[in-house]
């Protein structure tokens, strides 16, 4: 069974800074999808960037840009020039692309809090 | 509809009673997930649907909990004699087909048992 593992409960950032996430997974598969969710205090889960294990080209949305280490299972975040909005859980999450059924297993998350 | 509804979005149950909890995903998505998210944890898998057939429950905690999508729609999850352990965020999410990797979630249930 895969496994993803967010060690950091909480993290802080200062407004217009860059702050960095980390996760780490377990797989014996090697080709599978990595997600970073956010979910603000309305509880809706929000994609905010995704990566396909196949690729090695890290994925970038904007402000936001993953370091995906394929061989050491890391999949990490980087959120720069911090904003408040961005204050949020944020989730990284895994999901398999064998079966039609596959589902996300999550990790426990991260605070992240911005300071103005 | 926009987006995955959710409702209601918070439910007050005394410990044994009876709830339900409905998930109305964006129209046409075949897909939709439960997970149920204690407090300050991750969302866990609870069960999956592809159009009308339940084809994986084995994240339901007990034989408390009875999920159903009747006609591939609208998805309620039940729970039965509900526990303090219950106490938890329901989240549905749906995606549009079985091998799309991207799922929408809606904005969950609260349920707290007392």
């Known amino acids: 069974a895969q496994t993803v593992t967010q060690s950091q409960p909480e993290m802080s950032v200062q407004e217009a800074e860059t702050v960095t996430l980390s996760c780490t997974y377990d797989?014996?598969?090697?080709?599978?999808?990595l997600f970073w969710y956010k979910q603000p205090p309305s509880r809706q889960m929000i994609l905010v960037i995704r990566q396909e294990a196949y690729k090695q080209q890290n994925a970038t949305e904007n402000r936001f840009s993953v370091n995906f280490q394929k061989a050491a299972k890391s999949f990490s975040l980087k959120i720069s020039d911090s904003q408040l909005g961005d204050a949020a859980m944020y989730f990284c999450?895994?999901?398999?692309?064998?079966?039609?059924?596959?589902?996300?297993?999550f990790g426990k998350g991260i605070t992240l809090s911005v300071r103005p | 509809g926009a987006g995955v509804s959710q409702s209601p979005r918070y439910k007050v149950a005394k410990r044994g009673q009876d709830v339900a909890l409905r998930c109305d995903p964006i129209s046409g998505h075949v897909s939709l997930f439960w997970y149920q998210q204690a407090l300050g944890q991750g969302p866990e898998f609870l069960t999956y649907?592809?159009?009308?057939?339940?084809?994986?429950k084995s994240g339901l905690p007990s034989d408390r909990f009875f999920a159903e999508r009747p006609e591939g729609s609208v998805s309620t999850l039940k729970i039965q004699r509900t526990q303090q352990e219950d106490s938890a965020v329901y989240l549905c999410a749906s995606s549009f087909s079985t091998g799309a990797n991207v799922l929408t979630f809606g904005a969950g249930s609260r349920l707290t048992v007392l």
């Open positions: 999450a895994y999901r398999s692309v064998t079966g039609a059924n596959s589902k996300l297993t």
């Open positions: 649907f592809q159009n009308e057939a339940q084809l994986d």
């Open positions: 797989t014996s598969e090697s080709d599978y999808y």
